[in-house]
T-cell receptor
């Protein structure tokens, strides 16, 4: 259980174009999803928290107009990299946290397999 | 974002040896998670910790939630070649919903 699907797994685009990445929770509902970015041999850096039905919360230094996040349903969040540039090339990973249904119950983060973005 | 310091940065060990790594922060966390990441893939959850002092095992892996709530430890016993990868800790602040990642520990197991 707790499967997160991310699509596409890799994408190559030209500088100036926009790219959309989808993150779906397949067997659970996720009121909150998180988007991370990872450069080679580095850790995962949190970009933003995606909240179903409301605006995303962005980490300091992340441009919200460049990285558009939409969390339209309890199972889908999308990240759109607008006007992509070569420096946006990176590994983007989404994660989802199952909603807590029982008092005192906790749930961990489950990750998708990531999207390798290359901007030429 | 939060700074989670993970050590050691890398380890080279012989197959069969035990491994220990830790994660520390200046902030208090209410959840600690440990993940393993293989190249080109997303992190896979190994162990989740939700209570200070909690000690949890998953096969050969054992992790502990530090009493101060500012650190966590992961031990791997009797390492095998497939343990190779990068291990990350992740913590959720007591105040807030976000999870922040440690700097990672790269593990190499020599057969």
């Amino acid at each position: 259980g707790a499967v997160v699907s991310q699509h596409p797994s890799w994408v190559i685009c030209k500088s100036g174009t926009s790219v959309k990445i989808e993150c779906r929770s397949l067997d659970f509902q996720a009121t909150t999803m998180f988007w991370y970015r990872q450069f080679p041999k580095q850790s995962l850096m949190l970009m933003a928290t995606s909240n179903e039905g409301s605006k995303a919360t962005y980490e300091q230094g992340v441009e919200k107009d460049k990285f558009l996040i939409n969390h339209a349903s309890l199972t889908l969040s999308t990240l759109t990299v607008t006007s992509a540039h070569p420096e946006d090339s990176s590994f983007y990973i989404c994660s989802a946290k199952p909603g807590q249904t029982l008092p005192g119950a906790y749930s961990p983060l489950h990750f998708g397999n990531g999207t390798r973005l290359t901007v030429t | 974002g939060q700074q989670l310091n993970q050590s050691p940065q890398s380890m080279f060990i012989q197959e069969g040896e035990d491994v220990s790594m830790n994660c520390t922060s200046s902030s208090i966390f209410n959840t600690w998670l440990w993940y393993k990441q293989d190249p080109g893939e997303g992190p896979v959850l190994l162990i989740a910790l939700y209570k200070a002092g909690e000690l949890t095992s998953n096969g050969r892996l054992t992790a502990q939630f530090g009493i101060t709530r500012k650190d966590s430890f992961l031990n791997i016993s009797a390492s095998i070649p497939s343990d190779v990868g990068i291990y990350f800790c992740a913590g959720q602040l007591r105040t807030g919903n976000q999870f922040y990642f440690g700097t990672g520990t790269s593990l190499t197991v020599i057969p």
